[in-house]
């Protein structure tokens, strides 16, 4: 395993503080394994992650999210029956109007290394814009999900779904606003949104 590893014991170093913040936006990627370059990206990014062993880890971390930010009594906003199910025990109320939410519960497709960013599509989206769902948002991914490029996930997705590739393909990025990314092109029309993600172990 990568940072996981030696985040929560077992590993024999980590790439330093100083040189992850001293490395300019466009210098090449760290020589370093796709998952420790995933959570160095995702937190330059400024989305909060959440590294569960289990589901059970997953479900108490949900519950502190929502401690800590004053929503228990929020209904989150979700277009996936298969996830509404999965944490019905988690006594979560559920809407499929975003109008009436401020947290949208959602999957991806994938974790992209390369830039921090999430990956998603119809399936987590239908039709909606990034800007017309709540800007608090969770995901819940696994550790399989974890991809080094974008055009990786993309080949992923497309021999996943060989009887039709989902539209509305993109990524969620930004998750709060920085001096490196105030100016970025690439975010122009998207919405900037807090982000936690739960990231749970399957490998």
């Known amino acids: ?8 014991g077992g590993g024999k ?9 001293t490395r ?37 971390a949900l519950k502190n999210i929502i401690e800590e930010n004053h929503w228990e009594e929020l209904p989150f906003f979700v277009m996936n029956p298969r996830l509404e199910e999965k944490f019905s025990k988690a006594n979560l109320r559920f809407t499929n109007k975003a109008n009436d939410s401020e947290i949208f519960f959602t999957t991806c497709e994938h974790l992209v ?39 990786e996930g993309l080949k ?22 920085t001096e490196e990314n105030a100016n970025d092109f690439l975010t122009y029309g998207s919405s900037t949104k807090h982000l936690y993600l739960l990231l749970m172990e399957d490998l």
């Open 1 to 8: 395993m990568g940072l996981f590893d030696k985040l929560f």
């Open 13 to 21: 170093k980590k790439v330093s503080k100083e040189t992850v913040e």
């Open 24 to 60: 300019g936006m466009h210098m090449p990627d760290l020589n370093i394994p796709v998952d420790e370059k995933f959570t160095i990206h995702f937190k330059k990014n400024g989305g909060k992650f959440i590294y569960c062993d289990s589901f059970d880890e997953v479900s108490e």
């Open 113 to 151: 290394a390369q830039n921090g960013s999430i990956l998603v599509c119809s399936n987590q989206l239908k039709e909606k814009k990034l800007n017309e769902v709540p800007d608090n948002v969770i995901v819940f991914a696994t550790t399989s999900q974890l991809v080094e490029t974008i055009g």
């Open 156 to 177: 992923t997705i497309k021999k996943k779904y060989r009887q039709g590739i989902p539209a509305n393909i993109t990524t969620i990025k930004h998750f709060q606003s």
